[in-house]
């Protein structure tokens, strides 16, 4: 079975400084992996998502995840933050083939400080 | 159109009442997915809709009842709620159900059970 840790809960960053959100995944093959962003009181949305056509993957609003296969990791990247990045992130393996059956890592809260 | 939408966006119910929750899509997506998140928490999956029938059901409480009048229409049935009960309930949408799938999140509803 998959499963991801995301091994910080909070960051804290200044705004204008990189972002660097940890994921690291247990997989006895290549997974598939999404970071989903959650903004306070809203729904998520897609941020950017890896099937294994690009280890480099390109998301909204200046993300992108590196797929490392020698680390087990999916770090999610940003080199310059906003006020508007302050949210809830989530890294999430699929499970499964014959549904969308997925099942959230724990979230990683990111702070933008002024 | 890329938008999922929750009716109502917030609900105060007692434990003796019966009240549903709507979720809806137009983007001619076939799975549509309920999900319950408590408070610094991530989402848990509870039902999973594919083609109209009910795929999954993560050994969820009979007093939620999930229902789909069709491919564009998603209820979630409560009645006898908890206290405990008092979440964020995300409705997703995807387009078929399979693993590679992204999924398409609502607002979400908060309901609180008193």
């Known amino acids: 079975a998959q499963s991801v840790t995301q091994l910080d809960s909070h960051v804290s960053v200044s705004e204008g400084t990189p972002v660097l959100l940890r994921c690291n995944y247990s997989?006895?093959?290549?997974?598939?992996l999404f970071w989903y962003v959650q903004h306070p009181n809203k729904g998520l949305q897609l941020l950017l998502k890896?099937?294994?056509?690009?280890?480099l993957v390109k998301g909204i609003n200046g993300f992108e995840a590196e797929f490392k296969k020698s680390e087990t990791s999916f770090h999610l990247t940003k080199p310059s933050a906003h006020m508007s990045d302050a949210a809830e992130y989530f890294c999430?393996?699929?499970?499964?083939?014959?549904?969308?059956?997925?099942?959230f890592g724990s979230g990683t809260r990111l702070s933008i400080r002024p | 159109d890329t938008e999922v939408t929750q009716t109502p966006k917030h609900l105060v119910m007692g434990m003796t009442n019966k009240k549903s929750l709507k979720c809806e899509q137009h983007m001619g997506h076939r799975a549509m997915y309920w999900y319950k998140q408590k408070a610094k928490k991530p989402p848990e999956l509870m039902f999973v809709?594919?083609?109209?029938?009910?795929?999954i059901n993560e050994s969820v409480p009979s007093r939620f009842s999930p229902e789909c009048p069709n491919s564009s229409l998603l209820n979630l049935h409560l009645h006898a709620l908890q206290p405990e009960d008092s979440a964020l309930y995300l409705c997703?949408?995807?387009?078929?159900?399979?693993?590679?799938?992204?999924?398409?999140f609502g607002p979400g509803t908060r309901l609180t059970v008193l």
């Open positions: 890896y099937t294994s056509a690009a280890t």
């Open positions: 997703a949408s995807s387009q078929v159900g399979t693993s590679a799938d992204t999924q398409y």
């Open positions: 997989s006895s093959y290549s997974p598939s």
């Open positions: 999430v393996p699929l499970v499964g083939s014959s549904a969308s059956k997925i099942i």
């Open positions: 809709y594919s083609y109209e029938k009910l795929s």
